[in-house]
T-cell receptor
């Protein structure tokens, strides 16, 4: 059965700190790994990763995938209070129902001023 | 343009009641997904439509859950004889193709509380 495990489940840091969020996975016929930010209800897309070792970057956020070790990390540098949210990792497998996402439990990130 | 919309945003039901949750996908989006997100958990897949065809309903937790998309646009998730464990946020997502998950857009969800 496909499975995604995120760590830590909760993280509290001060504004300006750098954080690293972890995601490990098991999936049949891996297609992609995605990161989302969930502030209120609707998860919003951050990154999609399909290849090992290629960093995706958007402003202060970056992410990388290791398909050999089956994990991904999401880095946020110079954190701001607006980064406070739940960060979700999800994997997608090939097959009927491609785009069917298996999510991790999420990491609740709190940035204190 | 308009995103995915869901209604109602909040629903309180007494145990045993039937509820219907509506999802209006982005116009023209072929694929539509329902997820259930319990408190403190990530979303869990319930069912998937490609146009009006329900291609995967493997995540529906029991036969009390039923989803339809009769004209390939609006979808309704119906829960019969609600139980307390059905309390969760129900998220709908749509995508323009059956291709990459990168194009999957989520709605704001319906928070269901069963008393």
């Amino acid at each position: 059965e496909d499975k995604v495990v995120q760590s830590p489940l909760s993280l509290v840091v001060h504004e300006g700190d750098t954080v690293t969020l972890n995601c490990s996975y098991e999936v049949t016929n891996f297609r992609s790994l995605l990161w989302y930010k969930q502030e209120k209800k609707a998860p919003t897309f951050l990154f999609m990763l399909t290849s090992s070792g290629i960093e995706k970057k958007s402003g202060r956020l970056s992410s990388i995938l290791d398909k050999k070790e089956l994990f991904s990390i999401l880095n946020i540098t110079a954190t701001q209070t607006g980064d406070s949210a739940i960060y979700l990792c999800a994997v997608e497998g090939w097959g009927q129902g491609a785009q069917k996402l298996v999510f991790g439990q999420g990491t609740r990130l709190t940035i204190n001023p | 343009g308009a995103g995915v919309s869901q209604s109602p945003r909040y629903k309180v039901a007494k145990r045993g009641q039937d509820v219907a949750l509506r999802c209006d996908p982005i116009s023209g989006h072929v694929s539509l997904f329902w997820y259930q997100q319990a408190l403190g958990q990530g979303p869990e897949f319930l069912t998937y439509f490609q146009n009006e065809a329900q291609l995967d309903k493997s995540g529906l937790p029991s036969d009390r859950f039923f989803a339809e998309r009769p004209e390939g646009s609006v979808s309704t998730l119906k829960i019969q004889r609600t139980q307390q464990e059905d309390s969760a946020v129900y998220l709908c997502a749509s995508s323009p193709t059956s291709g990459s998950a990168e194009t999957q857009y989520f709605g704001p969800g319906t928070r269901l509380l069963v008393l």
